[in-house]
Structure formats: structure tokens, C-alpha cells
């Protein structure tokens, strides 16, 4: 169990957001924080505190007028901190490599391969050979739907038609290096971890996934550690006293360095 750090930009700025208020309509979202600073600030940070495997997203669709705004500022965070940071937010077989150059180490593709409501393993297949497995996350990030948990694209506002299983994410692991996978319903309302949805990622085996979404507290981290098993990275965004949460920094800042370390967060 291994902190992941994070930096999202919309409409050129750093920026956590409520994850289902996302328009591409008006470029609108629920922000519960905003930062002065610029996304190679917070690269620098997590390079010189040796944090490695964070994600850089770009919330704004390439027909934005921010795009261009949002990506200078996702370019500048990768150059600030070479091979740390992975990179996602309108990645495309054409454009991965002008990402992999900029210094990440890892793109994170959604939208490109879950297209139309289906899986295109045409196009997954072109990202694995443009970039390579080992250089190629897939964004599996979810909502509810009934009881059960739908891969959702275009800013996590379209609902495909490709349940998340154990054996759908085990099919794609063939694919990819790593899994990230928001809970999407709770993302960015600190409302608590999506239990069933952690219970179906701890069941996959022997490949990273890092989980995002409603771990508000200290309590909700400790939880997440005991239904993960310690299975699962994680990261936290407006929960974290940096973006003017409440769950200390420097604490999960030690986590992310020692990822075998078995004391709780009850310990702090």
C-alpha cells in the first residue's frame, strides 16, 4: 500500500474537483479547492520528497478553449520531475509519445480504448504498440449502475457498456502496466471509500492499482487499508491538508516512501 500523489489541472490551474460535476458544457466543475500555485510546483515537491508513480490529469476536453492552458501546465509538471509523474487526460496513440518525451513516465488512457460504450482492443492494441506495456496505464475509473460498477469515459460523464469485474480487469491487464480506477461517486466528497468497489480491486492479482475517491479522514484511510488488505495504492486530492484538507501530508508522505510498512495511521 503505497501513496500516489496527484495534480489535476482544469481550465489552466491546479485544481481538486467534485469528480461527478464535471461538464465539458461551459468547462464547469464543483471546485473544493484552488491553488496559487502552478503544476511544477507540486511536481518539484513530490521529486524532492522522492515520491514517485503520481498522475497528472488533464480534466479539460481537447476542444477547450483552456486546453492549451490545461496542457502547458501538465507538460510543465512532467519536465519538472522526469519519470515521476504519469500523464492522462485525451491521450491517443498519436499524441502518447509527445507525453513520454515531456518526461512522464507512464500515459493514462480512458476514452481512446472505451469507445462508443465498447472496449476497442484495435486501439489499445496501437497504445501498446506505440508506447509500449510498460508504458501504458489504463484508466478503468467507474460508477454505480444497480449493483454493479460501469467503466466511465469523457471525464468520467459517459457510462459504457463494460462492467468492472475481477475478470475483465484481469483480461485487460494483458495490456497495460498499472490500473487507476476512481470511484467516481464519491470522488472528491469525502464521503468514505467505495467498499465493493475495493473489494473487486483487491481481488486482482499481480498488477499495481491504485484507487481514488472518498477517503475524507484518517479514519476513512485506515479503513481503506484494512478492505484492501494493504493490496492497493492509493492517492487523495482535497482531503489532503495540501489542498486544504485535513489528512496530513507528511504522513501519507511516509507511506508513499515505505510501501511495506505495516503501522496504522492511528499511530500518527
Same mark, same amino acid.
Given at each position: 500500500m503505497r501513496f500516489r500523489p496527484c495534480i489535476d489541472i482544469h481550465n489552466g490551474?491546479?485544481?481538486?474537483?467534485?469528480?461527478?460535476?464535471?461538464k465539458d458544457q461551459g468547462d464547469q466543475a464543483i471546485e473544493n479547492f484552488r491553488s496559487d500555485q502552478d503544476a511544477a510546483y507540486y511536481a518539484r515537491m513530490y521529486r524532492e520528497d522522492d515520491l514517485p508513480g503520481g498522475h497528472v490529469i488533464l480534466l479539460n476536453?481537447?476542444?477547450?478553449?483552456?486546453?492549451?492552458k490545461t496542457k502547458e501546465q501538465a507538460l510543465k509538471a512532467l519536465r519538472a520531475y522526469p519519470k515521476g509523474l504519469q500523464v492522462g487526460g485525451g491521450i491517443t496513440a498519436e499524441n502518447a509519445e509527445e507525453y513520454l518525451e515531456a518526461g512522464a513516465s507512464h500515459v493514462i488512457v480512458t476514452s481512446y480504448v472505451f469507445k462508443d460504450g465498447e472496449i476497442r482492443l484495435d486501439r489499445l492494441k496501437e497504445l501498446e504498440k506505440a508506447?509500449?506495456?510498460?508504458?501504458?496505464v489504463l484508466d478503468v475509473s467507474c460508477r454505480r449502475k444497480g449493483d454493479a460498477y460501469y467503466i466511465v469515459t469523457d471525464r468520467w460523464q459517459t457510462f459504457t457498456n463494460v462492467r468492472l469485474t475481477k475478470a475483465?480487469?484481469?483480461?485487460l491487464a494483458a495490456y497495460c502496466d498499472e490500473f487507476l480506477v476512481h470511484g467516481?461517486?464519491?470522488?472528491g466528497k469525502a464521503s468514505?471509500?467505495?467498499?465493493?468497489?475495493?473489494?473487486? !480491486?483487491?481481488?486482482?492479482?499481480?498488477?499495481?492499482?491504485?484507487?481514488? =475517491? $472518498?477517503?475524507?479522514?484518517?479514519?476513512?484511510?485506515?479503513?481503506?487499508?484494512?478492505?484492501?488488505?494493504?493490496? !492497493?495504492?492509493?492517492?487523495i486530492g482535497?482531503?489532503?491538508?495540501?489542498? =486544504? $484538507?485535513?489528512i496530513p501530508y507528511e504522513y501519507v508522505k511516509r507511506q508513499g516512501l515505505c510501501p511495506n510498512r505495516n503501522d496504522s495511521v492511528n499511530t500518527l
Amino acid at each position: 500500500m503505497r501513496f500516489r500523489p496527484c495534480i489535476d489541472i482544469h481550465n489552466g490551474a491546479v485544481k481538486q474537483i467534485v469528480g461527478g460535476s464535471l461538464k465539458d458544457q461551459g468547462d464547469q466543475a464543483i471546485e473544493n479547492f484552488r491553488s496559487d500555485q502552478d503544476a511544477a510546483y507540486y511536481a518539484r515537491m513530490y521529486r524532492e520528497d522522492d515520491l514517485p508513480g503520481g498522475h497528472v490529469i488533464l480534466l479539460n476536453s481537447s476542444s477547450s478553449p483552456y486546453y492549451e492552458k490545461t496542457k502547458e501546465q501538465a507538460l510543465k509538471a512532467l519536465r519538472a520531475y522526469p519519470k515521476g509523474l504519469q500523464v492522462g487526460g485525451g491521450i491517443t496513440a498519436e499524441n502518447a509519445e509527445e507525453y513520454l518525451e515531456a518526461g512522464a513516465s507512464h500515459v493514462i488512457v480512458t476514452s481512446y480504448v472505451f469507445k462508443d460504450g465498447e472496449i476497442r482492443l484495435d486501439r489499445l492494441k496501437e497504445l501498446e504498440k506505440a508506447v509500449g506495456r510498460k508504458h501504458l496505464v489504463l484508466d478503468v475509473s467507474c460508477r454505480r449502475k444497480g449493483d454493479a460498477y460501469y467503466i466511465v469515459t469523457d471525464r468520467w460523464q459517459t457510462f459504457t457498456n463494460v462492467r468492472l469485474t475481477k475478470a475483465k480487469m484481469e483480461e485487460l491487464a494483458a495490456y497495460c502496466d498499472e490500473f487507476l480506477v476512481h470511484g467516481v461517486d464519491v470522488e472528491g466528497k469525502a464521503s468514505g471509500v467505495e467498499e465493493n468497489l475495493v473489494q473487486i !480491486l483487491r481481488s486482482v492479482e499481480n498488477i499495481p492499482i491504485t484507487y481514488a =475517491g $472518498g477517503i475524507g479522514k484518517m479514519e476513512d484511510l485506515e479503513a481503506f487499508r484494512q478492505m484492501s488488505g494493504g493490496r !492497493l495504492d492509493y492517492t487523495i486530492g482535497s482531503a489532503l491538508d495540501l489542498f =486544504g $484538507g485535513s489528512i496530513p501530508y507528511e504522513y501519507v508522505k511516509r507511506q508513499g516512501l515505505c510501501p511495506n510498512r505495516n503501522d496504522s495511521v492511528n499511530t500518527l
